[in-house]
């Protein structure tokens, strides 16, 4: 699953660096709704996640944005925020 403004690849691995630099340029180019929110979204995401993350959306939307921590998962599959992030 991809889309126009990334080109991130179900099942693929990506640095996390990529992945937060990709929503950040988003975040710039002023294409986003509730930019604190999803800045604290990323901001969750590099203090908790694994280097390498996998891109796992599981829908449309909300539910294939690279915004979501919930679309990404650690390389052996798992999430990559703990329960209470």
């Not at 939307?61 to 703990?82: D, E, H, M, Y």
């Amino acid at each position: 699953m991809s889309s126009s403004w990334h080109n991130f690849r179900t099942g693929q691995h990506y640095s996390l660096e990529d992945v937060v630099a990709t929503c950040e340029r988003r975040i710039k180019e002023g294409k986003v709704k509730d930019v604190r929110d999803k800045r604290d979204l990323l901001a969750q995401m590099r203090l908790s996640a694994p280097r390498t993350v996998v891109w796992s959306p599981f829908s449309t939307g909300w539910g294939a944005s690279p915004f979501n921590p919930n679309c990404w998962r650690t390389v052996q599959g798992t999430p990559i925020l703990p329960d209470e992030a």
